[in-house]
């Protein structure tokens, strides 16, 4: 069964809280925050202070996602609030190697993300450093965009070249998974959603968390 990672991008923020609990009700395996700074992209979301107010409020594992310029220097600051995953994008990180294992360094899981223009290849010498691999299939920045799906053939060519390295890193789909497309998406092997409107868009959270992670 695929696992779900809930994004809070799309949760209202007045009642960020309470949109937590009802994604831990409803059967989120992971709790996916997206850090933006207004500067990698024109948008901000969350800091640390409110990943360690809603670590009172949940048992999830928490999965921050740097969507910023220089994430390494962000890493200690969530760390402190107890995040459990953190993944990096591939074009923000000068020395990702570093940056991937400074992560794992402090006990937790490293990812790198990928945007829907980049290739897969060059992650193969990561193998090694990675936890979990986010293929992007929307731009980063802002939920609500359409799907790209040249997602699913760079999942395909990820589960390749695990299998050629006889590796296993989980990989992601982020962005515009819906219920047109996330056939495509569980038949390339993908091991763990992130979706974050589509969620709400079909009135029943609980069935719909259900019927993506294929009960």
Same mark, same amino acid.
Request: aromatic residues 6%; glycine residues 12%; contains cysteine.
């Given at each position: 069964m695929i696992k779900l990672s809930a994004? %809070? &991008?799309?949760?209202?923020?007045?009642?960020? /809280?309470?949109?937590? $609990?009802?994604l831990e009700k409803a059967g989120a395996d992971i709790l996916h925050i997206d850090v933006m700074d207004g500067h990698?992209?024109?948008n901000f979301t969350f800091g640390p202070d409110t990943v360690r107010d809603l670590k $009172? &409020?949940?048992d999830l594992p928490m999965e921050v996602h740097f969507e910023t310029y220089h994430p390494e220097r962000m890493i200690d600051m969530f760390h402190r609030v107890g995040v459990e !995953? %953190? +993944?990096v994008q591939h074009d923000c990180c000068d020395m990702p190697i570093r940056t991937l294992e400074y992560? !794992?360094?402090? +006990?937790? $899981?490293a990812g790198m993300g990928i945007r829907p223009s980049d290739g897969v290849e060059d992650l193969k010498y990561l193998f090694g450093h990675l936890d979990f691999i986010i293929v992007m299939s929307v731009e980063p920045g802002f939920g609500g965009q359409p799907f790209e799906t040249s997602c699913v053939e760079k999942v395909k060519t990820l589960k390749r070249l695990m299998k050629e390295a006889d590796v296993q890193i989980d990989v992601a789909v982020d962005g515009g998974i819906n219920k047109d497309? %996330? /056939?495509m998406v569980k038949d390339a092997g993908v091991d763990y959603l992130i979706v974050g409107n589509s969620l709400y868009a079909y009135g029943d959270l609980e069935q719909t968390v259900r019927e993506y992670r294929g009960e």
């Open positions: 994004s %809070i &991008l799309a949760c209202n923020n007045a009642f960020l /809280g309470d949109e937590v $609990k009802k990698y992209v024109e $009172k &409020l949940t !995953r %953190i +993944g992560i !794992r360094s402090l +006990g937790m $899981k497309n %996330i /056939g």
